[in-house]
């Protein structure tokens, strides 16, 4: 299992797309900010947590 650490600036932003995914089930912007923090993680040289 993966994981991924979300940074206290970036938490607001996390639980509004959860929240959002959770109200209207469009599960659209939940992935894309999980998968712009995988892409970030990798980018900045950091790796994801296995």
């Given at each position: 299992m993966d994981l991924i650490i979300i940074r206290l600036d970036q938490?607001?932003?996390?639980?509004?797309?959860?929240?959002?995914?959770?109200?209207?089930?469009?599960?659209?912007p939940l992935m894309k900010f999980v998968s712009d923090l995988v892409v970030e993680l990798e980018g900045?040289?950091?790796?994801?947590l296995d």
């Open positions: 938490r607001v932003d996390y639980y509004d797309v959860l929240d959002l995914a959770h109200i209207t089930m469009n599960y659209g900045g040289g950091l790796s994801v």
